[in-house]
């Protein structure tokens, strides 16, 4: 059985720093794009980043303050976020892939998703 | 244009068919999939390539598109049915990106 846990959520002010872990297992992970998608309290989902073994890709929204990354011989992914602003408050999801896309273009669809780790940025 | 558009509401009784679309200049060109999410929930998968659903969906899902518009529709929607429901997919810069989500009622 395919399972993604998160982990890394919590309570930082404006400015500051977290760094968002996922635990895969029950697949083989190295073959398969991993994605962070988020979803503030109440609104709806938003994409934020992905890695394959080919790319990154950043949503404008984190480009230059969020970094993903992946170690794929402890099956985990990472999303190390910098200089936090309040409009990041939501729960990140970490997602699965339904392969390793060679592209941007080729992602999706997602065919498993962790259930989340919450965020909060406020002073 | 950047955006996918879902209209943030639709209801319908039980029995009937419930269409939820999602409009995107890049559509023609780009595959959508579709995502169900409970009250409480992670979103789940219902609608993957070429409009096929996952093992455990239920032929009652069902999706299609033409043109700039994608559809999900659900025949004869049923009360356990009743999430939000949203389409993903890309911009014509290959940006990845969902539409806003529609909430569907079902009573």
């Known amino acids: 059985e395919v399972q993604l846990a998160e982990s890394g959520g919590g309570l930082v002010q404006p400015g500051g720093s977290l760094k968002l872990s996922c635990s895969a297992s029950g697949f083989a992970f190295k073959n398969y794009g991993i994605h962070w998608v988020r979803q503030a309290p109440g609104k709806g989902l938003e994409y934020v980043s992905g890695i394959s073994n080919y790319w990154r890709y950043y949503a404008q929204s984190v480009k230059s303050r969020f970094s993903i990354s992946r170690d794929n011989y402890e099956n985990m992914s990472h999303l190390d976020m910098r200089s936090l602003r309040v409009e990041d408050t939501a729960l990140y999801y970490c997602?699965?892939?339904?392969?390793?896309?060679?592209?941007?273009?080729?992602?999706?669809?997602?065919?498993?998703w962790g259930r989340g780790t919450l965020v909060i940025v406020s002073p | 244009s950047s955006e996918l558009t879902q209209p943030p509401s639709v209801s319908v009784s039980p029995g009937q068919t419930a269409r939820i679309t999602c409009s995107g200049d890049?559509?023609?060109?780009?595959?959508a999939f579709w995502y169900q999410q409970k009250s409480g929930q992670a979103p789940l998968l219902v609608i993957a390539e070429d409009n096929k659903r996952p093992s455990g969906i239920p032929e009652r899902i069902s999706a299609s598109s033409s043109g700039t518009v994608a559809t999900l529709t659900i025949s004869g929607a049923q009360v356990e049915d009743e999430a939000a429901y949203y389409c993903?997919?890309?911009?014509?810069?290959?940006?990845?990106?969902f539409g806003g989500g529609t909430k569907l009622t079902v009573l």
């Open positions: 997602v699965k892939d339904s392969h390793d896309p060679a592209t941007i273009a080729a992602l999706g669809p997602f065919d498993s």
């Open positions: 993903f997919s890309a911009d014509s810069s290959d940006f990845p990106l």
């Open positions: 890049a559509l023609p060109k780009k595959t």
